[in-house]
């Protein structure tokens, strides 16, 4: 199986900065309370949000086949 990543640093992606920081600042005292967290985060993220990723991934994987 072949993984594709993105080369962006984590601390310079949107994802991760300050427009989508919502777990910023928190604490978690286990890895079961982060998996909770980031599930509910899934959960709540519109439809767009995972359509426009996967539509850029596979624009990605057509620049990096040509």
């Not at 985060?41 to 995972?50: G, I, N, T």
Request: proline share 2%; glycine share 8%.
């Amino acid at each position: 199986m072949l993984l594709q990543h993105n080369n962006a640093r984590s601390h310079t992606s949107t994802a991760t900065s300050g427009e989508r920081g919502h777990l910023k600042g928190i604490d978690f005292t286990c890895d079961a309370k982060v998996q909770a967290a980031m599930g509910k985060w899934f959960q709540e993220e519109p439809e767009e949000f995972y359509s426009d990723r996967f539509e850029k991934l596979a624009q990605c994987w057509e620049l990096g086949i040509e």
